[in-house]
């Protein structure tokens, strides 16, 4: 990548990705690229093995691997995987939508948990985020309801065979965000999560519940708006046995490991039509497309088409070479007329099911990875003339 494209990028990551409330169906707002997110309260797939079902109240553990994949296709190219994943997961609607959807065409997604999603606004101020008062959260709190709701939903999407990663709590982003964390802080804001998950439900209802898994047995984490020193925070994931960062840029290559886990970015891409260099992130798409404004929803079509084109674009670069994965990023939102949200769910109906894709969690990846190693050169590879 160039310097001016690198710049490209870069500038849409510095914009911020901006999660959602839990809740945010039709009253979904728009958020502007330099502003903080709105706070609010809030075919058929392989059948699980025995050992997979949890005994009742036990917890489950958040990243199943209940598949397995061939080294290599009868091409010879190894299986092209595309990673599917999601920052926040609050809405329950929106869980609906893509548990469906997966359903219809086997694949398996990464839902990177928001903590406050499941701990009751009551109960705020147990959270002591650095720099912040305590209680802080840009994206809200939960409700009894929400919670409950997504206390039953976490679980049976992991039964299905999806993923549950962190995207931490309070998910502070800019100057006095994340970006300044040292190790301690990150250990303390993970630990923060795992009372959050372990505590929450049955503090929002008033009687013992089972947390909805156990978040011991997290694989991975997406931080907020992508940023962080990845020295400091990789560090304690390393300390706590997780496997993967997808906090990352980088283009469309074979991943590596980098501080101890493997490195899994948002890949840089070309929007359709235009030379502007993006990444595979719904709000940086947005961003490329028209600075993150809601456009009118007579421009909706338009807009997906060409989100659709980009995504096509990078299954093509990727099939160019010797099949790198491509890692799609999106957050549970209806950003501009749910254009990126409904670009993303005809490109996975579309793709999954060709023969040479494998539509996989961030954890299922790794497992093949660790199983076969990362695959010869070319490592890179090059958009198709």
Known sequence: ???????????????????????????ATTTKPAGKPTAGPTSSPSKPSPSATPAPNKPPAAAPVLRSFPAKLPSGKPPLFVVVSFDGAGDLMLWSRWRTLAKQVDARMTFFLSGPYLYPEARRT????????????????????????RTKVLREAIAEGHEIGTHANGHFCGKNGVGRWTAAQWRAELNAFDRMVRTGPSLATGKTVAPPFD????????????????AAYRSVMVQRGMLYDASAT?????????????????????????KKTTLTMDYNLWFAQNKATKAPVAQAPKLKAQILATYRQALATSRAGNNPPLFLGNHFNRWNNSVYSDALAE?????????????????????????????????????PS
């Open 1 to 27: 990548m160039n310097l001016a494209a690198a710049a490209l990028v870069l500038a849409a990551v510095l914009t911020g990705c901006a999660d959602v409330p839990p809740e945010s169906a039709s009253s």
């Open 126 to 149: 147990d959270y002591r985020p650095p720099s912040k008062k305590p209680g802080a959260s840009d994206i809200g709190w939960g409700d009894a309801a929400g919670i409950v709701g």
């Open 215 to 230: 978040p011991a047995t997290v694989k991975g984490m997406r931080t907020p708006c992508l940023e962080g020193n990845q």
């Open 250 to 274: 980088g283009l469309i290559a074979w991943p590596a490991k980098a501080n101890g886990v493997w490195n899994f970015p948002l890949q840089s891409v070309t929007l359709a039509g235009t």
């Open 347 to 383: 490109f996975v109906t579309q793709t999954c099911a060709q023969p040479d894709v494998r539509c996989v969690s961030n954890v299922e990846l790794v497992s093949w990875l660790t199983k076969y190693g990362v695959p010869t050169a070319p490592r890179t590879a090059r958009a």
